[in-house]
């Protein structure tokens, strides 16, 4: 196995559906199944255990649901990418994943069309949602007061860092734009979501659609 290996787990209560999942992601160029998890407790375990790239997650699991399984994670490795497949589009469902710092929301029944996306989309950095779940997003910020005076306290540099991840751009793109290292990239993006009250690019992104900072979403 390459040491460039995109390594997956995937976290899912049904055998079948992971088998599907893993079937698709293996046969993507350059990525690998590292594990797989039935309940939320063990797909915490697994990503304590071994070094993962992205967790692919189900919001309804036995014990710790998705949610419970996507705050533990990003608290234990915020750098972790995490994909939630599910066949949930409710808009509380979205809302709370993405507020836990959600990379990406597909639909199970998208999954063949969208997971190749999403993977490459996380690992470069971007946010990837379903065409499905994309029309819920500009409604699911749900702290415009903090995020509004957040703006005012943004520097120059976090400004510039915001309008290129709204654009899509990754933080590669970011860093070889403003002429920074990624670390300070990740930096500015970490301080953004603290000054604006958001745990994610997508509402990150949100944010500056609605104070005009950008004037569209990038596509996904």
């Known amino acids: 196995m390459s040491g460039d290996s995109i390594r997956v787990v995937l976290a899912d209560d049904h055998t079948l559906v992971r088998a ?3 079937r698709i992601i293996e046969g993507l160029p350059g990525c690998v199944v590292v594990a797989e998890a039935s309940d939320g407790h063990a797909a915490v375990e697994a990503i304590k255990r071994d070094d993962v790239d992205v967790l692919v997650l189900d919001l309804k699991m036995d014990g710790l649901d998705g949610i419970g399984v996507l705050r533990a994670v990003k608290a234990m490795r915020p750098a972790l990418k995490v994909l939630v ?3 949930h589009a409710g808009r509380e469902y979205v809302a709370r994943a993405i507020e836990e710092g959600a990379d990406g929301y597909l639909l199970k029944d ?4 969208d997971l ?6 996380v690992m470069a950095g971007r946010t990837y949602f379903s065409p499905a779940i994309q029309s819920q997003m500009a409604e699911i910020l749900r702290s415009p007061t903090k995020a509004a005076q957040g703006i005012q306290v943004l520097t120059d540099r976090e400004r510039e860092v915001l309008v290129l991840l709204a654009r899509g ?4 793109e970011i860093a070889s734009a403003l002429d920074i290292g990624t670390r300070t990239v990740e930096t500015h993006r ?3 979501m603290r000054k604006l009250g ?3 690019v997508a509402l990150l992104t949100q944010v500056a659609i609605r104070e005009g900072i950008v004037d569209n979403p990038s596509p996904q």
């Open 20 to 22: 599907g999942i893993r």
């Open 85 to 87: 497949l599910t066949m």
């Open 110 to 113: 998208s999954a063949v069309q």
């Open 116 to 121: 190749a996306a999403a993977v490459h989309a």
């Open 169 to 172: 751009h990754s933080t590669k």
């Open 190 to 192: 970490a301080n953004l």
């Open 198 to 200: 958001v745990k994610s």
